[in-house]
C-alpha cells in the first residue's frame, strides 16, 4: 500500500508551469512564450494556454518573466494619504491611465516622512518596477541616490521645481497661497487668521501667503497649527483657538478645503456671520465645496489632469516615446464664492 507522501495539514501544492504545460498539452517552453511573449504567439495557442491557466489556478510569475523582457507592468505610486481627500482623484486617474495603458499601480502610503519615503521606495525597486511616482520633491540624500542607481523614469507629483529628478507635473505652492492673500487684501481684509496643516507643502503656500500680506503695512496676522490630517474637527477646534487669542479677526486663511468646511461649522456655532463678519478661505476645491452653506472660496488644481499626465509620461518615457517636456505646469484657479 503506498503512503500519501503530502503530510496531514500540508498546505496545497502551487500549480507550476509544467503543471499548464501538461492541461494544454503543449511544451513548457511555448506556455512560457505565450505567457511572456505573446505577440509571438498564434492566438490559438494563446487561448489554449489561457484555458489551462483557468483550469489550474497557476499564477504566471510576472517579476520572472519582467526580468527576462526587462518590463514588470508595475508602476509603483508613492503617496502621503489615501485618507487625504486631495490626493483622491489624482490617485484614481493615475490607476486608469495606466490601466488603459497595460500597466498595474502598486499603491504605497508613505505619510509625511521623508525617511519612510526612501524605505518605501527602495523596498519598491527590488520588485522591479518600471517607473514610480513621488509626491512632492523634497527627498532625502538617500532615496535621490536609489533613485538615480535604479535608473527608472520617475514622476514628480504635487509641487514645482526648475530641477526635478526626472519628470514632473504639479503647481506653485507659493504661487497660490500669494492669489490667496493678494485675493483678500483686494477685498478690504486686513485682520487675518490662519488655521494651517502641519506639512511641508501647506508651509510652501503660507509662505506666499505671507509675502502678499507683507505688502500691507497695517496687516495683523494670528496663526493656529493643526496635526495632519486635516479634518472638520480640526478646523472648528482651530477657529475656537483663534477665538480665544482674543485678537479682532475679519479674514481665515486655510490649508485645506476641509479646515475652512470646519471653520465655518464653528463660526456659525458662535453666532458669528459668513461672510459678512468672517470670510473664509480654504485650497483645493474639493467636491463638497461648492455645495457648502455657505460655498467656499477656495483655490482649486486640476488633480485629476495631474494623476492623468503623471502616468502618460511614465508610460511615454517607458515604451520610448518623446514627450514634449518633462516638465509640466498644471497651474490653478481662484474660485470666488460666497464664504469669501
Known sequence: MKSDKRAKGS???TPTLEDVARASGLSPMTV?????????????????????VRITGYIPNLLAGGLASRRSKLIAVVVPQINNAMFVDTIQAISDELD????????????????????????????????V?????????????IILN??????????LTPTPLDMLIGFSHEKIGFAAGDYLLGKGHRRFG?????????AQRKNGLYDAL???TDCTLSEVIVPLPASMAAGRTGLRQLFAQGEPLDAIVCSSDTLAQGAIMEATAQGVAVPQQLAVMGFGDLAFAAHNVPSISTLGVDSWKMGKEAATLLADKIEGKSTESPIIDIGFT???????
Open 11 to 13: 498546505q496545497p501544492r
Open 334 to 340: 481662484l474660485i470666488e464664492r460666497d464664504s469669501a
Open 32 to 52: 512560457s512564450r505565450a505567457l511572456n511573449t505573446p505577440r509571438l504567439v498564434k492566438a490559438a495557442t494563446i487561448d489554449k494556454v489561457m484555458e489551462a
Open 100 to 131: 488603459a495603458r497595460g500597466y498595474h499601480m502598486l499603491l504605497c502610503v508613505a505619510g509625511y516622512s521623508d525617511e519612510t519615503e526612501a524605505d518605501i521606495v527602495a523596498t519598491l525597486l527590488s520588485r522591479r518596477p518600471d517607473g
Open 150 to 159: 535604479a535608473q527608472v523614469p520617475v514622476v514628480e507629483i504635487w509641487d
Open 214 to 216: 507683507a505688502r500691507q
Open 194 to 202: 490662519l488655521i494651517w496643516a502641519a506639512d511641508r507643502r501647506a
Open 133 to 145: 511616482v513621488l509626491t512632492g520633491i523634497h527627498h532625502t540624500p538617500e532615496l535621490r541616490k
